[in-house]
């Protein structure tokens, strides 16, 4: 086996990346208004190689990321999208769940699955191309892997939305993709609209997300 490259840096220089890390994730929003400018999609692209590397059951990959800028397949995504949502919001959702989403403001029309100049549809690989060939952890591996996208986005000075219209089927449809292949989620990418509106949430605090184990004996 090849051996590990790996630099270590000072602890300063440790805590410093860590700091600026974290300021930088916390600057991340979903946003749900688009601007419709153009985008550079080699940044997307790159994005998208970053996630890639994230890792994966038994070193599977088992994703695809599949890039829309087309508008007309745009339209199709929306169209089939909140035809699932109207059913969502009218009368699919248990009611504790539309009053759990009430905060955020949403309801079943998504003009930005249009509006953004780009979609990013992550598809989980049930198993290879043959179904010889097994896939483990997919769900973990590509949940792990939409992380690194979404951070890769962000850090490169685009906005996403991470999106779950359900059931997710019709995307396997309106992309052609294999039936091995599921959606898991719908990524619209862009500049956030100008006056741009997000919800008032807070993060949990360390207390909150942290259990520290002490030590024993
Ligand atoms: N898919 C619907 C509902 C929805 C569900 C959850 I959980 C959210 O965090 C947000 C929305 C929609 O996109 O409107």
Redesign the pocket.
């Known amino acids: 086996m090849p051996e590990l490259e790996f630099s270590r840096i000072s602890e300063a220089e440790m805590r410093a990346r860590a700091e600026a890390f974290l300021e930088r994730m916390r600057t991340r929003r ?1 946003v749900r208004s688009f601007s419709p400018e153009p985008i550079p999609l080699d940044v997307v692209k790159t994005a998208i190689a970053a996630a890639a590397t994230a890792p994966s059951g038994a070193n599977k990959q088992p994703w695809t990321f599949v890039l829309v800028t087309d508008p007309v397949t745009k339209r199709a995504i929306r169209q089939a ?1 909140e035809a ?2 109207r059913a ?2 009218g009368g699919r ?1 248990p009611e504790r ?1 539309l009053r ?2 009430e905060p ?1 403001g ?3 029309d ?1 003009p930005f699955l249009e509006t953004a100049p780009c979609l990013i549809v992550v598809f989980a690989q049930r198993h290879g191309a043959s179904d010889e060939e097994r896939h483990y952890y997919v769900q973990e591996s590509v949940g792990i892997a939409a992380g690194f996208l979404i951070a890769a986005l962000h850090d490169a000075g685009l906005a996403t939305l ?5 059931p997710m089927a019709f995307l396997g449809e309106v992309l052609g993709r294999p039936k091995h292949e599921r959606a898991f989620l719908l990524m619209p990418v862009g500049y956030p609209a100008a006056g741009c509106e997000v919800p008032g949430i807070t993060r949990k605090s360390m207390a909150e997300v942290l259990v520290e184990v002490p030590a024993t004996g």
């Open positions: 979903s999208a699932e949502e969502f919001y959702a769940w759990d989403l955020l949403t309801n079943a998504k991470t999106h779950t219209p359900s």
